[in-house]
């Protein structure tokens, strides 16, 4: 069981750079498995609440039985948590809700293939009763979506840490975690008798490939949801299994997987199906129920009646509390149905525009209200529910919405909407030395975490100047994440002859593998869209030349700044030219900005490096890796600690490296050539 020892915190962002070639699989097993290794003072409980709720599933079938099924509608409260790096797994709330529809589809014998059920599954095939509804409060009965969203390196880990960054109390909640990988695999779930054990690991972790059947996801992915649900809920996979001692693990498609079960007596024998073979019976002359919700086939989305009795045992029992999220206390205390108006907001689909530019307003109130007031900020109101808006003049307008349901009206906090003049000065240049201010910058600025706003800096610490714009972490225990953007009014380059961009930064980090992230995005239609113009991240967007927890780093001297640099495009010349600057920190110390210049000549900028060229194959690597170069260099090898594994020369072409001795993990290969340097990271496992 290597593949889930210490390698697994790591592998997974390295295997998740690699395409899939094929459907993942479930990892509830495995991670059973570890749970079950790694915690040894918690074995004798998790086999206790199993073979209690083995018995009191038996005796809850035999009383159903004996006093004829309920229909009685089982309802849990869900709220999703979005791990993310600001990337495509930071998923719409339509995708969420689609992964929630999706999910009731499934579990009230909805799909859209009920159809092709093989008769001799249909009479079995059940309407399980249960459904998932988004919660409406949080643990302190604030109002909420039910959609959580928090940026965080262990998106790309997806394991059990995820939990670590906000876990709402799983006897009222099932917290599902939306991440970006998962180490090879789809999505994971603790059954109720290890969730007892261990509360604070409750919950689903699901690939972000793997939510819904929109978005990053599909319709044949969207059948995972349902079956880790299942797990949730106590089911097993479809062909059992129980290598380890109390607890089934059986990999899928086994011949020894006949003799197995999984506890359900309506459900035949199978080896499991990675693939949909309607017609299979790998266990003699009974057909396999390859369709079954929880089996690999990817065409798995139905539960039988014995499923949905076992499940439903499940929402009875006071193992791991689930009998807590079915009752109507619970259902008030999260919301499920609200109907009261607790709060109002809306959404702009920008806040910087430009004079005779129509702005979009979207109402986030909860619940629905009846009727609508919008104050633009100018004079101007409306009562649609979702209204747009064109500013005449330039300014910054307070926008606010009234909103009443029955006896209640509730008004929302101030959104500022900042509007450009249509025809402004045809260069921008801030060197920062003369403000004392963010705010005098001319710069709008936007985050999701204060405690990442750039603020003009310390004395002598610009690019040989006084100041300079500056993020910074003091804390060196914490992890900061989030994004900071600083957007530019409209600035007129209409006619513009080959304009430039250009700013200086240095950085410092607090580990050499951080994914720090700085970007530079221009408009030409005010906002409206935006064309990246290139990223510095990772060990290429630090300037300094080793990882630093110095709370107060400040840039030695000029030669721990870059220039960030380019020629803005022909189509980009135009009257409402905008940029933006963002910066993204994970593992941040201090990225400093300095001399941010359009279209101007006030100062010698730096002259941006020509960088060496290198890469490494394969990555992720186990015994050999080889580097390829494109002019003569040095070459060092670093751990994630920093401790030099090699340093040598190279010359023009590949050079090829053992690695089969080397400790799994993460490395950094830094090539250096002409004074200049590029780094990569380098997964070996």
Not at 117 to 143: M, S, V, Y
Not at 155 to 163: F, N
Not at 195 to 203: F, H, N
Not at 413 to 418: G, K, L, N, S
Request: charged fraction near 15%; hydrophobic fraction near 35%.
């Amino acid at each position: 069981m290597k593949y889930f020892n210490a390698l697994l915190c790591w592998l997974c962002a390295a295997l998740h750079l690699q395409s899939q070639t094929s459907m993942q699989m479930c990892g509830t097993d495995e991670y059973s498995y570890e749970l079950y290794r790694s915690h040894p003072e918690l074995q004798t409980m998790m086999e206790h609440n199993r073979a209690y709720l083995k018995d009191f599933t038996a005796q809850y079938i035999a009383n159903e039985s004996s006093r004829g099924s309920t229909d009685s509608l089982y309802i849990i409260p869900v709220v999703f948590h979005i791990v993310h790096m600001y990337g495509t797994e930071n998923v719409s709330d339509a995708q969420v809700l689609s992964g929630l529809e999706v999910l009731n589809r499934n579990f009230r014998k909805q799909h859209p293939d009920t159809g092709s059920i093989p008769t001799a599954f249909k009479a079995i095939a059940a309407d399980c009763d249960i459904e998932f509804r988004l919660a409406h409060k949080d643990p302190n009965g604030n109002c909420t979506d039910g959609i959580n969203r928090i940026p965080s390196l262990l998106t790309k880990v997806g394991d059990h840490r995820v939990k670590d960054l906000i876990h709402w109390e799983p006897s009222a909640y099932l917290n599902v975690y939306v991440v970006k990988s998962i180490a090879n695999l789809a999505g994971h779930c603790l059954m109720p008798d290890q969730a007892a054990a261990k509360p604070e690991w409750d919950g689903i972790v699901i690939d972000d490939s793997y939510l819904g059947n929109i978005g990053t996801s599909s319709e044949q992915t969207s059948v995972v949801m349902a079956h880790e649900a299942g797990h949730y809920l106590n089911l097993f996979h479809i062909w059992g299994g129980n290598n380890v001692p109390g607890y089934f693990y059986q990999p899928v498609g086994q011949a020894g997987n006949c003799a197995i079960g999984d506890d359900v007596t309506d459900t035949p024998p199978t080896t499991g199906w990675s693939n949909c073979n309607l017609s299979a019976a790998s266990c003699g002359n009974t057909l396999d129920n390859v369709q079954n919700a929880m089996d690999y086939s990817y065409c798995n989305f139905m539960f039988t009646q014995g499923q949905r009795q076992r499940m439903r045992a499940a929402l009875n029992s006071p193992i791991a509390s689930r009998n807590n999220l079915i009752t109507d206390a619970n259902h008030l205390a999260t919301g499920i149905d609200l109907n009261s108006l607790c709060r109002v907001d809306f959404k702009p689909d920008r806040v910087i525009t430009c004079m005779l530019d129509t702005v979009s307003f979207k109402d986030k109130s909860m619940a629905t209200p009846d009727s609508w007031l919008w104050n633009f900020g100018d004079g101007e109101t409306s009562t649609l529910q979702n209204p747009t808006h064109i500013y005449y003049a330039a300014g910054a307008y307070p926008v606010t919405l009234l909103a009443t349901k029955g006896a209640d009206t509730i008004s929302s906090a101030v959104q500022t909407i900042y509007v450009s003049d249509i025809n402004p000065v045809a260069a921008y240049v801030q060197p920062f030395d003369s403000l004392n201010n963010f705010s005098d910058a001319a710069l709008l600025q936007e985050t999701d975490n204060a405690l990442l706003e750039f603020e003009i800096s310390n004395a002598n610490s610009g690019y040989n100047s006084a100041r300079a714009a500056w993020i910074h972490t003091a804390d060196t225990t914490d992890a900061y994440s989030g994004r900071s953007t600083l957007t530019s009014s409209a600035i007129q380059l209409g006619g513009q002859i080959n304009p430039t961009f250009s700013l200086q930064y240095a950085c410092a980090q607090r580990e050499l593998n951080s994914d720090d992230q700085l970007e530079v995005l221009i408009s030409n239609d005010c906002g409206h869209t935006w064309l990246s113009m290139g990223k510095r991240k990772g060990p290429n967007l630090r300037t300094n030349s080793a990882a630093d927890n110095n709370p107060w780093w400040t840039p030695a001297d000029s030669t721990e700044w870059r220039a960030y640099s380019f020629t803005i495009p022909a189509a980009y010349c135009v009257s409402n030219f905008m940029f933006r600057i963002e910066a993204t920190a994970f593992r941040l110390n201090s990225l400093y900005i300095d001399n941010i210049n359009v279209n101007a000549d006030d100062y010698t900028a730096i002259v941006e490096p020509k960088l060496p060229v290198m890469s490494v194959h394969p990555n992720p690597a186990h015994d050999q890796i080889n580097v390829i170069t494109e002019e003569p260099g040095m070459l060092t090898i670093s751990d994630a600690l920093g401790r030099v594994v090699i340093e040598t020369t190279t010359q023009t072409g590949v050079l090829n490296i053992g690695c089969a001795e080397w400790s799994a993990g993460i490395y950094v290969l830094c090539f250096k050539a002409n004074n200049t340097q590029v780094m990569e990271k380098l997964f070996v496992y």
